[in-house]
T-cell receptor
Framework: ELKVEQNPLFLSMQEGKNYTIYCNYS?????LYWYRQDPGKSLESLFV?????AVKQEGRLMASLDTKARLSTLHITAAVHDLSATYFC????????????FGKGTKLTVNP | EAEVAQSPRYKITEKSQAVAFWCDPI?????LYWYRQILGQGPELLVQ????????DSQLPKDRFSAERLKGVDSTLKIQPAELGDSAMYLC??????????FGPGTRLLVL
């Protein structure tokens, strides 16, 4: 059974600081997604990582995938308040099947 | 920009009553998903359709939940009878086959 673990689950950081969210998964997969969710809202797709070593960047967020270590990271650079949200990683249960298993999410709060 | 539509956005019901949720996916998306998200958790897949056919309903509590997508376009998720533990956000998502899932705004269900 595929398990997806994120850490930390809660993250409070100051504006301007850097931090990394980690996503570990238990079985082989080569497709991983990062989503953002604002309170009471739906999920917004941020990144899809399709192969070992994949790196994607958008603004202050950068995601990477190491399929050998079964690890993805979401790095936040010079955080701003607008990045406050819950971030989920999701792993394709069977390669390419789109049957996603989500982590519990990391609730990020960026303080002025 | 095309979006996944869901209704109602909010539903309050008493336990043992029947409830139904509707989802209209992005036009042309063959794959449709229903997820349940309990507060503080990641979404959990309930059912996946490919056109009008169920691909995966292994996590759907079939004694009380049913889902259909009769013409391969919009879909309905029903709960009968509702229980207190069904209180959650119900999210619909759609995707072109094998691509990123796009989520609707969700239906927040409260069972009293």
């Amino acid at each position: 059974e595929l398990k997806v673990e994120q850490n930390p689950l809660f993250l409070s950081m100051q504006e301007g600081k850097n931090y990394t969210i980690y996503c570990n998964y238990s079985t082989t997969s080569d497709r991983l997604y990062w989503y953002r969710q604002d309170p009471g809202k739906s999920l917004e797709s941020l990144f899809v990582l399709l192969s070992n070593g994949a790196v994607k960047q958008e603004g202050r967020l950068m995601a990477s995938l190491d399929t050998k270590a079964r690890l993805s990271t979401l790095h936040i650079t010079a955080a701003v308040h607008d990045l406050s949200a819950t971030y989920f990683c999701a792993v394709d249960r069977q390669g390419g099947s789109e049957k996603l298993v989500f982590g519990k999410g990391t609730k990020l709060t960026v303080n002025p | 920009e095309a979006e996944v539509a869901q209704s109602p956005r909010y539903k309050i019901t008493e336990k043992s009553q029947a409830v139904a949720f509707w989802c209209d996916p992005i036009s042309g998306h063959a794959t449709l998903y229903w997820y349940r998200q309990i507060l503080g958790q990641g979404p959990e897949l309930l059912v996946q359709f490919q056109d009008e056919s169920v691909v995966d309903d292994s996590q759907l509590p079939k004694d009380r939940f049913s889902a259909e997508r009769l013409k391969g376009v919009d879909s309905t998720l029903k709960i009968q009878p509702a229980e207190l533990g069904d209180s959650a956000m119900y999210l619909c998502a759609s995707s072109p086959q094998g691509r990123t899932q796009y989520f609707g705004p969700g239906t927040r269900l409260l069972v009293l």
